[in-house]
Nanobody
Framework: QVQLVESGGGLVQAGGSLRLSCAASGSIFSILRMGWYRQTPGKPRELVAVITSGGSTNYADSVKGRFTISRDNAKNTVYLQMNNLKPEDTATYYC????????????????WGQGTQVTVSS
């Protein structure tokens, strides 16, 4: 019902920048929020940045001041601008969409993209 396609990953040197994109299609109504998670081998998946339907944003402490999440509602696309990248940012980045299933009960479903690899060399 919901499809998420990420792009923009790649290999960069420390201090460089990348811009990730996530295009959503399908049943993309009643969206609570969209965001980006990342995961490295042996570590749990962590939330990097999120933007709510009202436009509020939240970031992991490790990326505050360096990453910016934004959206283009007309294009159904969310972006993650990553500046001053560090080797510690190396991970697979996943786009996430959370959609309300029952507003009275407060239930929701999460949808995920296929992931895009970001590698930062030292």
């Amino acid at each position: 019902q919901v499809q998420l396609v990420e792009s923009g990953g790649g290999l960069v040197q420390a201090g460089g920048s990348l811009r990730l994109s996530c295009a959503a299609s399908g049943s993309i109504f009643s969206i609570l929020r969209m965001g980006w998670y990342r995961q490295t081998p042996g570590k749990p998946r962590e939330l990097v940045a999120v933007i709510t339907s009202g436009g509020s944003t939240n970031y992991a402490d490790s990326v505050k001041g360096r990453f910016t999440i934004s959206r283009d509602n007309a294009k159904n696309t969310v972006y993650l601008q990553m500046n001053n990248l560090k080797p510690e940012d190396t991970a697979t980045y996943y786009c996430n969409l959370r959609r309300t299933t029952n507003p009275v009960w407060g239930t929701w479903n999460d949808y995920w993209g296929q992931g895009t690899q970001v590698t930062v060399s030292s």
